[in-house]
């Protein structure tokens, strides 16, 4: 369908000023209207998924409440997440406990708040989840290949796809219901094609399961749609939606079908302030600048999640004049590094810089390394004096293809 409009959420020099007097850095600062407007969008572009909301990657209490408010389930893989989940209202009959190996902390809190959904990848899962949760509902977790994903899952998760029906007979004979396939086919997959033939490999297995009669109802698709990171993002991401719901319509009109994205919801929805801390030039002529925060703390995905994040340079004392620059974090750490050999303005301390997209895989792998405290989330949408600085170049518009 063509090139479509997204939005990226960017605070301007002067909210992030106003923010920052307010508020010591380094911060994050969370749109939660950015949040319905990517979750939507998903639901605009693959409406025959229901959605299962992978809160792993950003569970904000401020995003698990709207996430709720809009009616959808969500994905959890411990019990500290269901607890996220119950303090907010949410009820276990709303969740999928899609750890295909939990402990028995987490099976006890699925039998508490009533959880009853379930994946699984091998014989070892079924007398766990029978003894905990009799008759609970479960898909069994096939491995699907992509080698085009940042990351690939399937090297740790999911059963090889000829033993997906057999492990399903066996939970069946324990006492649970077996109802149904899931799949994951990678982290920030840039093309319909791994899921194409990831849904035919589920088809061909629903249909054998009918034959032998297990009878199969629910479609479980995982998440890995992409969001742009520094480089951006050259995949139609309404055409590549589209392309998969074609296909799901196609293969499977009659069974319940869920997707379970992270990243895509909260990846665009916020912002990361950082303040210069130091500087020095180093004999080979780049300046090295040291920020309050770095892979230690929010920046962590960029160690963690493979991710570069865009960052905007907010001093203007610079001016136009760019120089080799590397970005340190505060810790003692010598792997602390952000961004290596780099243009950027000449930084000075007390200057600020801005990180983009930095909504997932952030927060939740930040640590007190070195005992630096942790990034709060500022929501923006409560940010009041902020928001009546925002005029409409605050907010970006990029073209995706």
Not at 7 to 14: D, H, M, N, P, T
Not at 73 to 99: K, P, Q
Not at 320 to 330: D, E, Y
Request: glycine fraction near 8%; charge should be negative.
């Amino acid at each position: 369908m063509g090139c479509v409009m997204r939005r990226e959420f960017w605070l301007s020099a002067a909210e992030a000023d106003q923010l920052a007097a307010r508020q010591e850095t380094p911060f994050l600062v969370a749109s939660v209207d950015r949040v319905e407007e990517n979750y939507r969008f998903l639901r605009r572009h693959l409406p025959h998924a229901g959605v299962y909301y992978a809160i792993k990657a950003n569970p904000e209490p401020a995003v698990l409440r709207r996430m709720a408010a809009l009616g959808t389930h969500f994905d959890v893989a411990s019990a500290g997440e269901m607890e996220m989940l119950a303090r907010e209202g949410v009820t276990g009959d709303r969740m999928i406990y899609a750890n295909t190996v939990k402990d028995f902390r987490g099976l006890r809190m699925a039998r508490n708040i009533g959880l009853h959904r379930m994946t699984f990848d091998a014989v070892s899962e079924i007398g766990k989840m029978a003894d905990y949760v009799p008759g609970a509902d479960v898909l069994v977790r096939i491995c699907v290949k992509n080698n085009k994903a940042l990351v690939d899952l399937n090297t740790k998760f999911g059963a090889a796809p000829e033993d997906a029906l057999p492990l399903l007979r066996q939970a069946r004979d324990a006492g649970l219901h077996p109802v149904g396939i899931c799949f994951h086919v990678g982290s920030q997959s840039l093309s319909a094609a791994a899921y194409g033939e990831a849904l035919l490999l589920a088809r061909a297995l629903f249909d054998q399961a009918e034959r032998e009669g297990l009878h199969l109802t629910d479609l479980d698709i995982g998440g890995g749609f992409p969001v742009p990171d520094a480089e951006g993002l050259s995949v139609d991401v309404a055409g590549m939606l589209e392309a998969i719901d074609r296909q799901i319509a196609r293969l499977f009109p009659d069974l319940a079908v869920w997707c379970e994205p992270g990243r895509f919801i909260p990846g665009t929805a916020a912002n990361l302030l950082t303040t210069v801390i130091g500087v020095r030039q180093l004999p080979s002529g780049t300046r090295m600048v040291t920020l309050d925060d770095g892979l230690y703390g929010a920046l962590s995905g960029i160690l963690f999640d493979h991710w570069q994040y865009p960052m905007r340079f907010l001093s203007e004392r610079g001016g136009k004049n760019q120089v080799l620059t590397t970005l340190v974090g505060p810790s003692c750490d010598g792997i602390d590094v952000v961004a290596r050999d780099i243009l950027a303005p000449e930084l000075m301390v007390g200057d600020h810089v801005l990180f983009g997209n930095i909504g997932a895989y952030a927060s939740v792998s930040e640590t007190r390394f070195n005992g630096f405290s942790m990034a709060p989330t500022l929501i923006w949408e409560e940010q009041e004096e902020a928001r009546q600085m925002a005029d409409e170049p605050a907010i970006q518009k990029k073209q995706y293809r």
